[in-house]
Nanobody
């Protein structure tokens, strides 16, 4: 059974960079046809799709965050990492990592989510 677990700082100051890591167990992030995704939910708002890193290592980002987002991976640790630069209070949210299955065309695994607050 594949499990995802987010980790990172709960509090970040404005203008700093945010780094969150998703550790995957029970399956490899290089397995074909899976897309390892970051999604967030700001307080009182809906889910916002951030981007993914594919099984191949290719990345794709949503247009609203593309300019200050980077997703990378460490295959030796079976982890993938989200980096947001120059954060503002509007980046305060619960951040989730999830696995998209292109076979089922759905997210079939989710992390529990981690709260990130941007505040001085």
């Amino acid at each position: 059974q594949v499990q995802l677990q987010e980790s990172g700082p709960g509090l970040v100051k404005p203008s700093q960079s945010l780094s969150l890591t998703c550790t995957v167990s029970g399956g490899s992030i290089t397995t074909n046809d899976y897309y390892w995704t970051w999604i967030r939910q700001p307080p009182g708002k809906g889910m916002e799709w951030i981007g993914y890193i594919a099984y191949s290592g290719s990345t794709y980002y949503g247009p609203s965050l593309k300019s200050h987002t980077s997703i990378s991976r460490d295959t030796s640790r079976n982890q993938f990492t989200l980096q947001l630069s120059s954060v503002t209070p509007e980046d305060t949210a619960v951040y989730y990592c999830a696995r998209w299955s292109s076979d089922f065309r759905a997210y079939d695994c989710w992390g529990q989510g981690t709260q990130v607050t941007v505040s001085s």
